[in-house]
């Protein structure tokens, strides 16, 4: 689910609107003290087993959609599509995809997008010494086009990084879920200049939902049934 302002993005991965588990999202609005349905969506170029809504995000009415199962180069390699809102709906305008072709990397498992940067989770993608930790992938949009940046890897092979992501201005928050793994948790980077600097882990069992704001991280632990609210230098549990 996405949410901003009027307009709200719900992901239907399992739908079925273009073949099996294609997927598809749906827009709603707020009118007259109602959510009112405008459109169903799907990418232009959908197959079977895409599961297109898997993963959603929206900012100043740019919408990114992961489509972790779509088979681009390899199977389940993974895509991810942007959608601009032009008033009355939402229309795609730009498929990204990771750098690697290796299958099964799930490119689109999780997103976030601030602005004019963004983060897409591979979390069984390869870091850069071909070890299957799962990454993340950085784009930036400086002028009309979505450019990737830089890919960021931690942990330990199997720990899935990436599969859970948030992005605020200037801070990183990337979720490694696999229970067990000494690397597991939630690992925070820091913007300096053009590059992402590891700042922090914060070593937690089956991560699988962060969120950043002002000082703040929120790691979900649902395994748990609970979270942790960790400040700049505290650590409560809710």
Known sequence: VALSGDQLLI????NDENGKDTGAVYHYQYENNNWIEKQKFTANDSGAGDQFGYAL??????LLI???FNNYNAARTGAAYIFEFDGMNFIETEKLLGNSSATNSKFGSSVSINSNQ???????GFNDLAIRTGSAYV???PLNDWIFMEKISAGQEGSEFGDSVFM???SLVVGASIYLIASSGAFVFVKDNDDWLFDQWLQEDRVTAVVYSHNTILVGLPWYEGCLLYTSDAADDL
Request: glycine share 12%; no cysteine.
């Open 57 to 62: 995000a929206l900012s100043d009415l740019t």
């Open 11 to 14: 992901g239907s991965p399992k």
């Open 66 to 68: 992961g489509a972790p």
């Open 168 to 170: 605020s201005t200037d």
């Open 118 to 124: 963004l983060i897409i989770g591979a979390p069984n």
């Open 139 to 141: 784009f930036e949009k």
